[in-house]
C-alpha cells in the first residue's frame, strides 16, 4: 500500500490538534484530534473553503446544542431532533456536506454530557472542535503542498499508453479478449479518478498575474488531453464491439483502419511527449499531414465501398462507428496539438512546465 500526502497530513494534523488543546488547558484533546480528521482536504483552496464552511457548521450546530438543552434537557431523543434541524438548516443554507458529519459531533459530544456550568462546557467543547479544524488548515497550509499538474499528466500518459497498445492489438487481432474485457472497466475507472484529479488541479490558485494567464491555458490544455484519451478509449470499445464485423470487412478497409489508428496513436503519443519538450515542432507536424491524408483515404474508401456494392448497409451500419470515431479523434487531436502549441507561443519563458521523474 502506497501512504500518500494525504495521510501525512492527516496525521500531522491530529498531532498538532492534541499539542495545541493541551497547550490551551482544553480537555479532552481528542475531540480536537477527532475534528481534524474531519476537516483535512486534498488541497489548499478545499481546505479553505471546508475552513469557512466548518466554522459555519459548527457555530449552527453548537447554538442548537445549548438551545435545545437548555430547553429541551439532554434525553436522546431531544439529540435525535436537534441532528435532524441542524441538517435540515445545514442542507437549506448549502453548505458543503462534509461539514454535516461534525456539525453533529458538535451537538453530541455538548449534548451527550450533561454538566452544572452548561455554557461554559459547550464552549470548552466547541473550541476544541475549532482547534482541530484550523490544525487541519494550517497543516494543508504548510506541509506537503500538492502537485497535481505531474500527478495528472503522469496518469494521462500511462493511460494513455494503455490504450494505444490495446488498440494496436485489437487491429491486428492479437488480442486475448478475456484480458481485455477486464482491462476495459479497470481504465474506465481510472479515467473518472482523473476527472477528479482535474477538478482538484482546477481549484489551485495562483497568485501572479503571469502565473494566472498560463495557469488557465493548462487548465484548457489538460481538459483537451483528457477529452482526447476518452475519445481514444471510445475507439478501443467499439472496435472491442464491432471487432468481429472489422474482420469480415475487404483486407484494404482494414488496412486502412489500422494504419490510420497507428498514425493517430503515435500523433497523439507526439503531443504528450512534445508538451515536456521532448519532441520537436517540425516531427509533429509533419505526422499531421500524413494523419489528414490517412483520414481522407479512410472515408473515401469507406464511402466507395458502400457506392459501389462491395459491402451490404448493415455491414456498413456496423463499421460506421468505427469510422466516425477514428475522424472524431482525429479532429481532438488536432485541437489538442494546435492548443500545445499555442501555450509555448505565449508561455515558453514565463511559465516553465514542471513535470518531475518519480524518484
Do not use: C
Not at 475549532?130 to 502537485?147: E, Q, R, S, Y
Not at 497498445?165 to 488480442?175: A, F, K, N, S, Y
Not at 497507428?262 to 494523419?291: P, S
Amino acid at each position: 500500500m502506497k501512504l500518500g500526502a494525504r495521510i501525512f497530513k492527516t496525521g500531522l494534523a491530529i498531532v498538532l490538534a492534541l499539542y495545541t488543546a493541551s497547550w490551551l488547558g482544553l480537555e479532552p484533546a481528542m475531540y480536537g484530534a477527532l475534528a481534524a480528521t474531519f476537516a483535512i482536504q486534498p488541497s489548499i483552496y478545499r481546505t479553505y473553503q471546508t475552513i469557512l464552511d466548518q466554522v459555519q457548521g459548527n457555530i449552527i450546530g453548537a447554538v442548537l446544542a445549548v438551545a435545545f438543552a437548555m430547553t429541551f434537557g439532554h434525553e436522546p431523543v431531544i439529540i435525535g431532533v436537534t441532528v435532524v434541524v441542524a441538517i435540515a438548516i445545514l442542507i437549506k443554507l448549502k453548505l458543503d456536506e462534509s461539514t454535516i458529519p461534525l456539525a453533529l459531533v458538535t451537538i453530541i459530544i455538548i449534548m451527550g454530557n450533561p454538566t452544572d456550568d452548561f455554557i461554559a462546557f459547550a464552549a470548552s467543547r466547541f473550541f476544541l472542535i475549532m482547534v482541530g479544524v484550523f490544525a487541519a488548515f494550517i497543516v494543508n497550509l504548510l506541509f506537503i503542498p500538492p502537485k497535481y499538474e505531474t500527478r495528472l499528466y503522469r496518469k494521462l500518459v500511462y493511460n494513455t499508453e494503455e490504450v494505444i497498445r490495446w488498440i494496436r492489438l485489437v487491429t491486428r487481432h492479437e488480442t486475448n479478449q478475456q484480458s481485455l474485457k477486464k482491462d476495459i472497466p479497470r481504465i474506465n475507472e481510472n479515467i473518472i479518478k482523473m476527472d477528479n484529479l482535474y477538478l482538484l488541479y482546477k481549484e489551485e490558485r495562483t497568485y501572479f498575474t503571469k502565473s494566472k494567464l498560463g495557469k488557465a491555458r493548462k487548465i484548457v490544455l489538460f481538459k483537451q488531453m483528457l477529452f482526447t484519451l476518452k475519445k481514444s478509449f471510445m475507439i478501443l470499445r467499439t472496435l472491442d464491439k464491432y471487432g468481429n464485423d472489422l474482420q469480415h470487412m475487404p483486407d484494404r478497409l482494414q488496412k486502412l483502419v489500422r494504419d490510420q489508428l497507428d498514425h493517430l496513436t503515435n500523433y497523439h503519443d507526439r503531443i504528450l511527449l512534445r508538451y515536456v519538450g521532448k519532441v520537436n515542432t517540425k516531427l509533429t507536424d509533419e505526422m499531421a499531414e500524413e494523419v489528414d491524408e490517412g483520414k481522407e483515404s479512410l472515408t473515401d474508401l469507406f464511402m466507395d465501398l458502400y457506392d459501389h456494392h462491395e459491402i451490404n448497409r448493415d455491414e456498413w451500419l456496423h463499421i460506421l462507428p468505427i469510422v466516425s470515431h477514428i475522424v472524431e479523434y482525429n479532429e481532438q487531436l488536432e485541437h489538442l496539438d494546435r492548443l500545445v502549441e499555442s501555450f509555448f507561443n505565449y508561455h515558453t519563458n514565463v511559465n516553465q512546465v514542471e513535470i518531475r521523474d518519480e524518484d
